[in-house]
Nanobody, 121 residues
Framework: VQLQASGGGLVQAGGSLSLSCAAS????????MGWFRQAPGKEREFVST????????GYADSVKGRFTISRNNAKNTVYLQMNSMKPEDTAVYYC???????????????WGKGTLVTVSS
């Protein structure tokens, strides 16, 4: 199983980035997916989650209204569109997959390696 996150980079405050996570080696359409992030010196935290069908989504209060999660089961990919970004969004972003639990938690079955997002002020 491989979850490959991409799309990270440097962006100015107020700008936008779009992350992707391509999954392989698992039946993607039956897995709930989630995005988490970990800032330097801090614990990994929940950002957003989406159900296997894509009908249900959830967001951390800190990103609600600014970030949008989506998925394309035909492409085995989950996305995170990040708008109106803030310096406190700076972190390594990870995608995760869980076959049973929704919302996806830190106990997820599989994790990607992460992609670094840096927001400058």
């Amino acid at each position: 199983v491989q979850l490959q996150a991409s799309g990270g980079g440097l962006v100015q405050a107020g700008g936008s980035l779009s992350l992707s996570c391509a999954a392989s080696g698992l039946p993607f359409s039956i897995y709930h997916m989630g995005w988490f992030r970990q800032a330097p010196g801090k614990e990994r935290e929940f950002v957003s989650t989406i159900s296997r069908s894509g009908i249900s989504t959830g967001y951390a209060d800190s990103v609600k209204g600014r970030f949008t999660i989506s998925r394309n089961n035909a492409k085995n990919t989950v996305y995170l569109q990040m708008n109106s970004m803030k310096p406190e969004d700076t972190a390594v972003y990870y995608c995760a997959a869980d076959r049973r639990q929704y919302p996806v938690s830190t106990e997820a079955d599989y994790w990607g390696k992460g992609t670094l997002v840096t927001v400058s002020s």
